[in-house]
């Protein structure tokens, strides 16, 4: 008899490219069947055929307050009472940008959009309108949403141009993107002495989470940030996995950088699509309408969304969340390094605020190359005990993990069982 997650995948795949909406969700990385999901309510998710689990992904980071946090919803509801949508100002979604202009001091100004690649787009178009300049920097193993110019990988060396790395890229497009190594200050220094003066912005993961989790090696984001005030060039931290994730005031906060241009996503929508991307007064005032760079949109600002936002961000500002999510984040990674201690598994993890990063490696990798020497092969074996067992993990080693403040001392403990199971098997 074939379980429901399974019926559900045989006929979404007949219909749905991959049975899936976004690729990661289809297990290609792991394997099996991707478990189709129903119900959520605080650290736990339940699937179609009624298993419940752990969750680990929280919608990959927007669950910051859990599922279903009951002041959410009650948000959401009032909001959608009064119409789902304007496309037109609303006073909420004035409250949403002081609200975030005062917690992420380097936005001077900011404008609201539905994604996460709608809001590394528009900076990435916004920086070079600005500079006058096509040159943009990024780093390999970095993901800023799929537009064409950011799905884009090294050239053979760090001076040639970059290669698309999806169909349906034009070379031409790809050519204006430099791809340099995460962590590596020297390369940065190199290309800015080249050609410094043609490159638009460097834009970056501050805690990189798209590569399962590499943090900054020390002085790495102080170089981003001093050649590009030498230079002229805009530089963009891209914050949409870390912003209220790793500190109330984002990776920008927690290192002391000021970026240029910040892109904000998935917590600050609360689980509904909000993206925003802000920052020096001068840059942002180079868009429509009242400057030449143009960018728009029909739900931009949904009162919906932004509601669920607002209750977020409101929450997330109670005294002492971010201390409890830290340690509560610290307490689970040093609870799976030592069960992995106790199997004798060759295993590391490690933490920045509530996003986690586990390796079937001796040590944190610092590199995209690093990560890919890491043990594949046992990161799925390991991904598929603990699902069996109840917790749901990142469909894939290249992913960060999260915890959200619903995650108490019941919830880690099962996990650490969970995965005592795991690594012994
Ligand atoms: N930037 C970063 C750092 C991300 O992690 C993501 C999504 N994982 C994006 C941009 C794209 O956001 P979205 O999926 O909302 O378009």
């Known amino acids: 008899m074939m379980s429901k997650n399974q019926q559900l995948f045989e006929r979404s795949q007949k219909l749905i490219p991959g049975g899936v909406n976004s690729p990661v969700r289809a297990f290609r990385s792991v394997g099996g069947t991707p478990v189709f999901f129903k119900r959520g309510l605080g650290a736990y998710v339940w699937d179609e055929d009624d298993n419940q689990y752990v969750d680990y992904v929280g919608s990959w980071g927007p669950m910051i307050l859990g ?17 789902l949508s304007f496309g037109a100002p609303t006073a909420r ?64 060396g760090a001076l040639t141009f970059g290669q698309p790395s999806s169909a349906g890229v034009p070379p031409e497009v790809a050519a204006h993107t430099i ?53 002229g060039a805009v530089l963009i931290f891209d914050e949409v996995m870390t912003g209220f994730r790793v500190a109330l005031g984002g990776a920008q906060g927690l290192y002391g950088i000021t970026p240029d241009l910040t892109t904000l996503g998935k917590v600050i929508g609360g689980g509904l699509p909000v993206g925003a991307f802000g920052g020096r007064r001068d840059i942002m005032q180079c868009l ?25 961000l409101k929450l997330v500002q109670q005294a002492g969340f971010y201390d409890r999510l830290t340690a509560r984040t610290a307490q689970f990674v040093d609870g799976l390094k ?81 995965a005592r199971r795991a690594f012994g098997a």
């Open 179 to 231: 791809t340099l190594s995460y962590n590596d200050i020297a390369g940065v220094e190199e290309l800015f002495a080249t050609i410094g003066s043609e490159i638009a912005c460097v834009i970056v993961e501050p805690v990189a989470g798209n590569m399962n989790l590499i943090a900054p090696a020390p002085g790495f984001l102080q170089a981003l940030r001093a050649q590009c005030s030498q230079r």
């Open 93 to 156: 979604e004035l409250e949403m940008a002081e609200l975030l202009i005062k917690l992420v001091p380097s936005m001077e100004q900011v404008r609201l959009v539905s994604s996460g690649t709608e809001a590394t787009m528009s900076a990435i178009r916004l920086a070079r309108g600005f500079t006058g300049r096509s040159k943009i920097v990024k780093f390999e193993g970095c993901y800023h949403g799929h537009a064409d110019a950011l799905l884009v990988k090294a050239g053979s």
């Open 288 to 312: 429509a309408p009242v400057g030449p760079v143009y960018q728009a949109g029909t739900l931009s600002g949904n009162p919906v969304a932004v509601a669920a936002g607002l209750t977020t």
């Open 338 to 418: 030592q069960v992995a201690k106790e199997k004798g598994v060759t295993f590391s993890a490690q933490s920045v605020g509530g996003m986690f990063g586990v390796y079937f490696s001796e040590q944190a990798p610092s590199s995209y190359a690093e990560v890919m020497q890491s043990d594949k092969d046992a990161f799925n074996r390991f991904f598929h005990a603990m699902l069996e067992n109840g917790v749901y993990l990142a469909p894939s080693a290249f992913e960060a993990g999260f915890v959200s403040a619903m995650h108490g001392d019941a919830e880690i403990e099962k996990t650490l069982d969970a």
């Open 67 to 83: 599922h279903a946090h009951p002041e959410v919803i009650e948000a959401v509801r009032e909001a959608a009472g009064n119409s």
